[in-house]
């Protein structure tokens, strides 16, 4: 199982960024997926999540009406807007145990080798 993460930078603060994520179609296609990112010194955090048919999306609270996340198949998108300082972290791309989108860490099976995200100030 393979999820390939890219997209990831260097943008100055209010500038824009798109994530994206390739999995292996057979872990994904009928899975739910989920962006996840972890700065220094700071444990993994939730960021967005989305099913399998894209029919629901989910965000944290300190990204919503900032990043919208989409799906095409075994793809997702972060598409990543009014970008602040405090999102610089590496992010993680994430293939859930279920069709459904889910906030919870433990929830997620397959996990990407992250892109790093860094916004100057």
């Known amino acids: 199982v393979q999820l390939q993460a890219s997209g990831g930078g260097l943008v100055q603060a209010g500038g824009s960024l798109a994530l994206s994520c390739a999995a292996s179609?057979?872990?994904?296609?009928?899975?739910?997926m989920g962006w996840f990112r972890q700065a220094p010194g700071k444990e993994r955090e939730f960021v967005s999540s989305i099913s399998w048919r894209g029919g629901t999306t989910i965000y944290a609270d300190n990204v919503r009406g900032r990043f919208a996340i989409s799906r095409d198949n075994a793809k997702v998108y972060l598409q990543m807007n009014s970008l602040k300082p405090e999102d610089t972290a590496v992010y993680y791309c994430?293939?859930?145990?279920?069709?459904?989108?889910?906030?919870?860490?433990?929830?997620?099976?397959?996990w990407g080798q992250g892109t790093q995200v860094t916004v100057s100030s």
């Open positions: 994430a293939v859930s145990r279920s069709s459904y989108a889910s906030r919870g860490m433990a929830d997620y099976q397959y």
């Open positions: 179609r057979r872990t994904s296609s009928n899975n739910g």
